[in-house]
């Protein structure tokens, strides 16, 4: 089994920053993909950002130039860095783990972001 447990999340102003942080514990395997997906009220789960255990990304269109993703592969670690953030920008972010093999999925429990004045 696999846990991921996020941190981070919070209250920002617009046009401030905030980092994400999620640590994945378990039988991860690999290879292996993680990243951030975010839910904001009334919608649908959407990508933020991917990441392969081979640092190979993925950005939505709406975060690109605004939010870095970077892991560190001996603490099974990924991390958002969220810059320039908006009012649209705030969710619920959840942390997402797929074993590339077995293509099991495994998520957080989420961290919420509010960016608010």
């Known amino acids: 089994q696999v846990q991921l447990v996020e941190s981070g999340g919070g209250l920002v102003q617009p046009g401030g920053s905030l980092r994400l942080s999620c640590a994945a514990s378990g039988r991860i395997g690999r290879p292996n993909s993680m990243g951030w997906y975010r839910q904001a009220p009334g919608k649908e789960r959407e990508l933020v950002a991917t990441?392969?255990?081979?640092?190979?990304?993925n950005y939505a269109e709406f975060v690109k130039g605004r939010f870095t993703i970077s892991r560190d592969n001996a603490q099974n670690t990924v991390y958002l860095q969220m810059n320039s953030l908006n009012a649209e920008d705030t969710a619920v972010y959840y942390c997402?783990?797929?074993?590339?093999?077995?293509?099991?999925?495994?998520w957080g429990q989420g961290t919420q972001v509010t960016v608010s004045s």
């Open positions: 990441i392969t255990d081979r640092s190979g990304t």
């Open positions: 997402y783990l797929i074993n590339l093999y077995t293509l099991r999925e495994y």
